[in-house]
């Protein structure tokens, strides 16, 4: 899915105050310009009033869609903006003919919780999957959501 460069800016506001740095899970422009390059990926963007709140990325592939990223602002957080990214992101990978939604977290985050809630269950678990900055491991946890 192409995106105007002013999408990439709003997605970008979004990515640099929603992730913590100590993880290292905020991706560079280049990176979110190269996955909609190649034509299988697919992003919203939530707005309050104006302004860019939240986010989602995620690639299509046969019968299945990844959710890449998912992101609110801090400041825009717990008024149910990701939620609704959520579901509509399980729509339309459903429109799109996939039959699941997968996604990989790291463990100790506290999205699991709007995951559970959402209809995801785990399916897989890899130990240390993740390192980050600073060199802790982390375990990553893989869930899917029937659509
Ligand atoms: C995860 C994230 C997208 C949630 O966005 P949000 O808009 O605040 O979430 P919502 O308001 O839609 O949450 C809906 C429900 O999910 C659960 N939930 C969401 N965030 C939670 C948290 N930090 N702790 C506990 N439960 C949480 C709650 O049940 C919440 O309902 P409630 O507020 O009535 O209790 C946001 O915290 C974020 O951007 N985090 C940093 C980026 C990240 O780690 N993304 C996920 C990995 S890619």
Redesign the pocket.
Known sequence: MMAPADDIDRIMAVMQA???PAYG?AWSRRQVEDALLIGNCYYQIAEVLGEPA?FSLSRHGFEEEELL?????PD?????????LLVQCKADARARGARQLL?E?RSD???I??YR?NGFVQIGLRKDYYRTPSGYRLDAITFACQL
Do not use: T, Y
């Open positions: 929603a992730f913590d899970e939240g990223l998912i992101a609110v602002s825009f957080r717990r008024r149910r903006i990701g939620e609704k996604l977290m985050n506290p999205a919780h709007l809630r």
